[in-house]
Protein backbone atom coordinates (compact mmCIF):
# COMPACT_ATOMS: atom_id res chain seq x y z
CA UNK A 1 0.00 0.00 0.00
CA UNK A 2 2.91 2.45 0.71
CA UNK A 3 4.28 1.73 -2.57
CA UNK A 4 1.56 2.82 -4.29
CA UNK A 5 1.06 5.77 -2.58
CA UNK A 6 4.50 6.85 -2.91
CA UNK A 7 4.44 5.82 -6.86
CA UNK A 8 1.24 8.13 -6.76
CA UNK A 9 2.91 10.74 -4.94
CA UNK A 10 5.93 10.70 -7.30
CA UNK A 11 3.81 10.69 -10.74
CA UNK A 12 1.97 13.60 -8.82
CA UNK A 13 5.40 15.53 -9.03
CA UNK A 14 5.63 14.70 -12.40
CA UNK A 15 2.86 17.02 -13.56
CA UNK A 16 2.73 19.53 -11.01
CA UNK A 17 5.66 21.13 -10.62
CA UNK A 18 6.46 23.15 -6.87
CA UNK A 19 9.91 25.13 -6.30
CA UNK A 20 8.75 26.67 -3.67
CA UNK A 21 6.63 25.18 -0.78
CA UNK A 22 5.00 27.39 1.01
CA UNK A 23 2.45 24.69 3.51
CA UNK A 24 1.32 27.75 5.44
CA UNK A 25 -0.20 29.59 2.00
CA UNK A 26 -3.60 30.84 2.07
CA UNK A 27 -4.46 29.86 -1.49
CA UNK A 28 -2.41 27.74 -4.58
CA UNK A 29 -1.82 29.10 -7.92
CA UNK A 30 -1.39 26.77 -10.86
CA UNK A 31 -0.03 27.78 -14.10
CA UNK A 32 -0.42 26.27 -17.77
CA UNK A 33 2.28 26.99 -19.83
CA UNK A 34 1.88 28.14 -23.17
CA UNK A 35 2.40 25.53 -26.74
CA UNK A 36 6.40 24.20 -26.55
CA UNK A 37 6.87 25.42 -23.12
CA UNK A 38 7.77 23.57 -20.00
CA UNK A 39 6.77 24.12 -16.54
CA UNK A 40 10.27 25.64 -15.13
CA UNK A 41 9.25 29.54 -15.86
CA UNK A 42 5.86 29.56 -13.74
CA UNK A 43 7.36 27.49 -11.14
CA UNK A 44 10.01 30.02 -10.09
CA UNK A 45 6.81 32.88 -9.94
CA UNK A 46 6.93 31.02 -6.60
CA UNK A 47 9.80 33.07 -5.73
CA UNK A 48 8.69 36.30 -6.49
CA UNK A 49 4.51 35.69 -4.95
CA UNK A 50 3.59 36.66 -1.61
CA UNK A 51 3.68 34.51 1.27
CA UNK A 52 0.01 34.07 0.97
CA UNK A 53 0.31 32.16 -2.44
CA UNK A 54 1.75 28.63 -3.26
CA UNK A 55 2.57 28.45 -7.07
CA UNK A 56 2.44 24.81 -8.67
CA UNK A 57 3.32 24.74 -12.14
CA UNK A 58 1.76 22.34 -14.85
CA UNK A 59 4.24 20.09 -16.82
CA UNK A 60 3.33 18.44 -19.89
CA UNK A 61 4.37 14.92 -21.27
CA UNK A 62 7.51 15.03 -23.85
CA UNK A 63 9.10 17.46 -21.33
CA UNK A 64 12.04 17.91 -19.26
CA UNK A 65 11.37 15.22 -16.15
CA UNK A 66 8.53 13.40 -18.72
CA UNK A 67 10.89 14.02 -21.90
CA UNK A 68 10.96 9.56 -22.59
CA UNK A 69 6.61 10.14 -22.27
CA UNK A 70 4.90 10.29 -26.05
CA UNK A 71 3.35 13.84 -26.68
CA UNK A 72 -0.52 14.43 -25.46
CA UNK A 73 -2.54 15.11 -28.24
CA UNK A 74 -6.47 14.94 -26.47
CA UNK A 75 -7.07 17.80 -24.28
CA UNK A 76 -9.62 16.24 -22.27
CA UNK A 77 -7.00 13.31 -21.44
CA UNK A 78 -4.81 16.08 -20.44
CA UNK A 79 -6.87 17.53 -18.44
CA UNK A 80 -8.37 14.21 -16.78
CA UNK A 81 -4.31 13.78 -15.82
CA UNK A 82 -3.72 17.15 -14.23
CA UNK A 83 -7.14 16.98 -12.43
CA UNK A 84 -5.60 13.32 -10.63
CA UNK A 85 -2.85 14.76 -9.92
CA UNK A 86 -3.92 18.12 -8.57
CA UNK A 87 -6.43 16.42 -6.47
CA UNK A 88 -4.30 16.18 -3.16
CA UNK A 89 -2.89 20.01 -3.64
CA UNK A 90 -6.68 21.04 -3.93
CA UNK A 91 -8.57 19.52 -1.64
CA UNK A 92 -7.41 21.82 2.15
CA UNK A 93 -7.46 25.17 0.65
CA UNK A 94 -9.17 27.48 -2.11
CA UNK A 95 -6.98 27.56 -5.45
CA UNK A 96 -6.86 29.74 -8.83
CA UNK A 97 -5.90 28.65 -12.06
CA UNK A 98 -3.53 30.78 -14.69
CA UNK A 99 -3.41 30.50 -18.30
CA UNK A 100 -0.82 31.91 -21.75
CA UNK A 101 -2.20 30.82 -24.58
CA UNK A 102 -2.66 27.08 -24.74
CA UNK A 103 -2.23 26.72 -21.49
CA UNK A 104 -5.37 29.02 -21.35
CA UNK A 105 -7.10 26.38 -22.82
CA UNK A 106 -5.96 23.58 -20.95
CA UNK A 107 -6.60 25.37 -17.50
CA UNK A 108 -10.36 26.05 -18.56
CA UNK A 109 -10.72 22.24 -19.41
CA UNK A 110 -9.59 21.28 -16.27
CA UNK A 111 -11.45 23.69 -14.41
CA UNK A 112 -14.44 22.38 -15.92
CA UNK A 113 -13.36 18.13 -15.48
CA UNK A 114 -12.83 19.45 -11.79
CA UNK A 115 -16.27 20.87 -11.51
CA UNK A 116 -18.65 18.41 -13.61
CA UNK A 117 -16.14 15.45 -11.88
CA UNK A 118 -15.55 16.36 -8.12
CA UNK A 119 -17.46 19.28 -7.63
CA UNK A 120 -14.26 21.67 -7.35
CA UNK A 121 -13.75 25.01 -8.65
CA UNK A 122 -11.33 27.79 -8.86
CA UNK A 123 -12.18 30.67 -6.99
CA UNK A 124 -10.43 32.53 -10.36
CA UNK A 125 -9.60 31.67 -13.56
CA UNK A 126 -7.16 33.84 -15.11
CA UNK A 127 -6.52 33.42 -19.11
CA UNK A 128 -3.91 35.10 -21.37
CA UNK A 129 -3.42 35.42 -25.28
CA UNK A 130 -5.99 33.16 -26.06
CA UNK A 131 -9.05 33.51 -28.16
CA UNK A 132 -12.01 31.83 -26.55
CA UNK A 133 -12.44 28.32 -26.63
CA UNK A 134 -15.77 28.63 -28.71
CA UNK A 135 -14.86 31.63 -30.40
CA UNK A 136 -15.61 31.25 -34.92
CA UNK A 137 -12.73 33.99 -34.73
CA UNK A 138 -10.10 31.45 -33.58
CA UNK A 139 -7.22 31.16 -36.38
CA UNK A 140 -6.89 28.09 -38.68
CA UNK A 141 -3.63 26.03 -37.97
CA UNK A 142 -2.57 24.58 -40.95
CA UNK A 143 -0.86 20.85 -40.56
CA UNK A 144 3.41 20.49 -41.03
CA UNK A 145 3.48 19.53 -44.54
CA UNK A 146 1.12 22.63 -45.37
CA UNK A 147 3.99 24.92 -44.96
CA UNK A 148 7.38 25.85 -46.57
CA UNK A 149 10.58 26.13 -44.41
CA UNK A 150 10.56 29.49 -44.70
CA UNK A 151 6.81 30.21 -43.92
CA UNK A 152 7.19 27.97 -40.89
CA UNK A 153 10.51 30.54 -39.43
CA UNK A 154 7.97 33.23 -40.26
CA UNK A 155 5.09 31.96 -38.65
CA UNK A 156 7.14 31.51 -35.25
CA UNK A 157 8.74 34.57 -35.35
CA UNK A 158 5.00 36.62 -36.13
CA UNK A 159 3.77 34.16 -32.94
CA UNK A 160 6.53 36.17 -31.11
CA UNK A 161 8.89 35.54 -27.83
CA UNK A 162 11.27 33.29 -29.85
CA UNK A 163 14.30 35.62 -32.26
CA UNK A 164 15.08 34.29 -35.23
CA UNK A 165 18.91 33.16 -34.26
CA UNK A 166 17.49 30.84 -31.50
CA UNK A 167 15.13 29.27 -34.20
CA UNK A 168 18.21 28.65 -36.90
CA UNK A 169 19.67 26.72 -33.82
CA UNK A 170 20.07 23.26 -34.22
CA UNK A 171 19.28 22.24 -30.89
CA UNK A 172 16.03 24.44 -30.72
CA UNK A 173 14.51 22.78 -33.84
CA UNK A 174 15.77 19.02 -32.59
CA UNK A 175 14.44 20.21 -28.99
CA UNK A 176 12.11 23.16 -28.84
CA UNK A 177 10.11 22.79 -32.36
CA UNK A 178 8.86 19.26 -32.02
CA UNK A 179 7.22 19.98 -28.26
CA UNK A 180 5.55 22.98 -30.30
CA UNK A 181 4.14 21.37 -33.11
CA UNK A 182 2.79 19.04 -30.85
CA UNK A 183 1.09 21.35 -29.00
CA UNK A 184 -0.17 22.90 -32.09
CA UNK A 185 -2.14 20.20 -32.66
CA UNK A 186 -3.75 20.41 -29.51
CA UNK A 187 -5.04 23.68 -30.32
CA UNK A 188 -5.50 22.20 -33.60
CA UNK A 189 -7.92 19.36 -32.44
CA UNK A 190 -9.49 21.27 -29.89
CA UNK A 191 -13.27 22.50 -30.21
CA UNK A 192 -15.85 23.77 -27.61
CA UNK A 193 -19.19 24.16 -28.37
CA UNK A 194 -20.33 27.61 -27.29
CA UNK A 195 -22.93 26.88 -24.09
CA UNK A 196 -26.24 27.52 -23.97
CA UNK A 197 -25.40 29.13 -20.24
CA UNK A 198 -21.99 29.31 -17.94
CA UNK A 199 -20.68 26.28 -17.09
CA UNK A 200 -18.24 28.08 -14.65
CA UNK A 201 -19.13 30.34 -11.57
CA UNK A 202 -15.82 31.56 -10.71
CA UNK A 203 -14.30 34.98 -11.95
CA UNK A 204 -12.50 35.28 -15.03
CA UNK A 205 -9.59 37.78 -16.08
CA UNK A 206 -8.78 38.06 -19.84
CA UNK A 207 -5.07 39.67 -20.06
CA UNK A 208 -4.03 40.40 -23.81
CA UNK A 209 -1.06 42.01 -25.91
CA UNK A 210 -1.49 45.85 -27.47
CA UNK A 211 -0.13 43.91 -30.77
CA UNK A 212 -2.06 40.93 -30.88
CA UNK A 213 -5.01 40.38 -33.00
CA UNK A 214 -7.39 38.15 -31.07
CA UNK A 215 -10.77 38.93 -31.69
CA UNK A 216 -14.21 38.68 -29.55
CA UNK A 217 -12.17 38.25 -26.08
CA UNK A 218 -15.39 38.68 -24.49
CA UNK A 219 -16.63 35.84 -25.55
CA UNK A 220 -14.74 34.82 -22.61
CA UNK A 221 -17.48 35.22 -20.48
CA UNK A 222 -20.14 33.60 -21.58
CA UNK A 223 -18.39 30.19 -20.31
CA UNK A 224 -19.35 31.75 -16.59
CA UNK A 225 -21.49 33.57 -14.55
CA UNK A 226 -18.94 35.51 -11.92
CA UNK A 227 -17.35 38.73 -13.14
CA UNK A 228 -15.15 39.58 -15.89
CA UNK A 229 -12.64 41.67 -16.58
CA UNK A 230 -10.32 42.26 -18.64
CA UNK A 231 -6.52 43.96 -19.47
CA UNK A 232 -4.59 45.11 -22.39
CA UNK A 233 -0.75 44.65 -21.80
CA UNK A 234 1.90 46.38 -24.26
CA UNK A 235 3.17 43.72 -25.98
CA UNK A 236 2.93 40.81 -28.40
CA UNK A 237 1.65 37.56 -27.75
CA UNK A 238 4.67 37.14 -25.41
CA UNK A 239 3.79 40.63 -23.75
CA UNK A 240 4.05 38.27 -20.24
CA UNK A 241 7.70 38.46 -20.97
CA UNK A 242 8.27 41.89 -20.45
CA UNK A 243 9.60 42.39 -16.96
CA UNK A 244 7.18 45.24 -16.01
CA UNK A 245 4.42 43.18 -17.62
CA UNK A 246 5.11 39.64 -15.43
CA UNK A 247 5.44 42.02 -12.23
CA UNK A 248 1.91 43.66 -13.04
CA UNK A 249 0.57 39.96 -13.54
CA UNK A 250 2.03 39.05 -10.58
CA UNK A 251 0.75 41.74 -8.13
CA UNK A 252 -2.86 41.78 -9.68
CA UNK A 253 -3.10 37.78 -9.40
CA UNK A 254 -2.01 37.90 -5.65
CA UNK A 255 -4.39 41.29 -4.95
CA UNK A 256 -7.28 39.70 -6.73
CA UNK A 257 -6.83 36.53 -5.05
CA UNK A 258 -5.89 37.93 -1.38
CA UNK A 259 -9.19 39.83 -1.54
CA UNK A 260 -11.64 37.01 -2.75
CA UNK A 261 -10.24 35.54 0.18
CA UNK A 262 -10.49 37.98 2.69
CA UNK A 263 -14.53 38.45 1.30
CA UNK A 264 -14.95 34.70 2.00
CA UNK A 265 -14.00 35.09 5.63
Keep these: MERKDEAKTGRNE ?16 ICFPWA ?13 MQDSLEVHSIRLAGRESRLEEPFSSDICQI ?48 VSSAFPPHSMA ?41 RLVADLHIIK ?7 SEPVLSCDLTCFVGSEEIIEDLEGWKDLTSGS ?27 KCLEISMLAGL
Excluded at 189 to 195: L, V
Design 228 to 254: FRMHVLPGNHFHLMEAANETFLKNYIT
Design 14 to 29: EVVNCLYRRPNAMCTL
Design 189 to 195: NYTFKAP
Design 79 to 126: ADEIVCALLPVLQDKPFAFFGHSLGSYIAFMTALHLKEKHKLEPMHLF
Design 138 to 178: RPYIPEENEVSEEERVSGILAFGGTSKTFINDKEFNQQYYP
Design 36 to 48: GSGSIHFAKWGND
